[in-house]
């Protein structure tokens, strides 16, 4: 295999990462009672602290944040201590970790925490919840302004948190048709405020979000995962490419850790973008970039060659290969991702 995917890679004069392998972040619904990351959870990062950077299941900034069962917060006393036993296991193995903060905004549902999901515009997302069928998606309420304002302190008590739990650096999830991601386009975003309607305005919470955090933790420390052609939770418009352009022009502006995509299948092409995520991204944005959906340690290796990308970040076939970088750094035989595995933290 490729000796570039063992070269160490220096993030910032903070962050210097042992190899090229990310582990994406990967949302699991197993923590225990008040979403509390529980030790079976710190073993199951632990056993993957060889990855030159963890990315931390997604985890939820606030009680109204929640689509999914089971997953871990950041917000009480009690997670940040479940969390200190998973970054002191991981750093304990060598590993480095960052915290994926999340909120789903109007794919969360009151089923979870009582309360109203929260959007940027009262637009409901059609269907049902994954694997709950029972539950239809909820009508969101739109956020007002001081609404905004307390969401992006609540970012910031979140990635505090995570710091104060021992994490390396926070991400902010900005992808995947969740909450910031919603703001980031048109089928979610018809707001006729400084929110809504302009590339500027559009961009506005990401960035306030992105500002308060990097003020908080610092740009070294903070990261950003986005999604510029929708795949899910929201449809695509090619509207969104203008938002886009300006939002990656202005993240070229900030030193952050990396930004990230987030995508399942890079192989995707998208016609506003005019063909994959990664190339868009690559094509516009300065700083370190992290590539993911479907790759290989094949199309890793390649992908870092040819500088299509700086690092590999690597989903399901971590799930199936706890010793993923070894197997790969050794030669051996990968297990193949099966989506059984989801049953139990291997
Ligand atoms: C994911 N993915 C994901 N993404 C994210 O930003 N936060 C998350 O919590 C999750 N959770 C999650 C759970 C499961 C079970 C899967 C399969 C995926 C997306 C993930 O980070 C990655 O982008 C995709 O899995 C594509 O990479 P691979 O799996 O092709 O290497
Ligand atoms: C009562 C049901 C218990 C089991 C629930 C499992 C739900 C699994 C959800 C996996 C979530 C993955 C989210 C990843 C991002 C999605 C983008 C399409």
Known sequence: MSPVLFEAFPLNS?????????????????????????????????????????????????ADAQGYPNVPGIFSDEQIAGWKKVTAKV??????????????????????SGLQPVAPSAVK???TLPRMRDLSYEMPKALTKEDIQQLVSDYVTAAKNAMAAGFDGVEIHGANGYLIDQFLHFDTNKRTDEYGETPENMSR????????????????????????????????????????????????????AYLHLGIFDDSMTFEHLGGRSST???????????????????????????????LAAIGR?????????????????LVEYDASMLAELV
Not at 28 to 33: I, K, S, Y
Not at 319 to 333: C, G, H, T, Y
Request: glycine share 8%; hydrophobic share 45%.
């Open 14 to 62: 903070a962050l210097t990462l042992a190899n090229r392998f990310v582990m994406a972040p990967l949302t699991r619904c197993m923590a225990g009672p008040g979403l509390v990351p529980t030790d079976t959870m710190a073993d199951y990062y632990a056993r993957r602290a060889d990855a030159g950077l963890i990315i931390s299941e997604a985890t939820i900034i606030r």
């Open 91 to 112: 750093h304990a193995n060598g590993g480095k970790i960052f915290m994926q903060l999340w909120h789903v905004g109007r794919v969360a549902h009151s089923h979870f």
């Open 125 to 127: 997302h059609e269907g």
């Open 205 to 256: 919470f990401a960035l306030e979000v992105v500002d308060a955090v990097t003020a908080a933790v610092g740009a070294e420390r903070t990261a950003l995962r986005i999604t510029p052609g929708a795949y899910a939770h929201i449809e695509p418009d090619a509207r969104d490419r203008e938002v886009f352009d300006y939002f990656i022009e202005q993240l070229n502006q900030r030193e952050l």
């Open 280 to 310: 868009y991204i690559r094509e516009r944005y300065q700083g370190t970039f992290i590539s993911v959906g479907g790759l290989t340690p094949e199309t890793a290796a390649q992908g870092i060659t040819e500088n299509a990308f700086d």
């Open 317 to 333: 076939p971590f799930i199936a290969n706890p010793d993923f970088v070894n197997r790969v750094r050794e030669q051996k035989p």
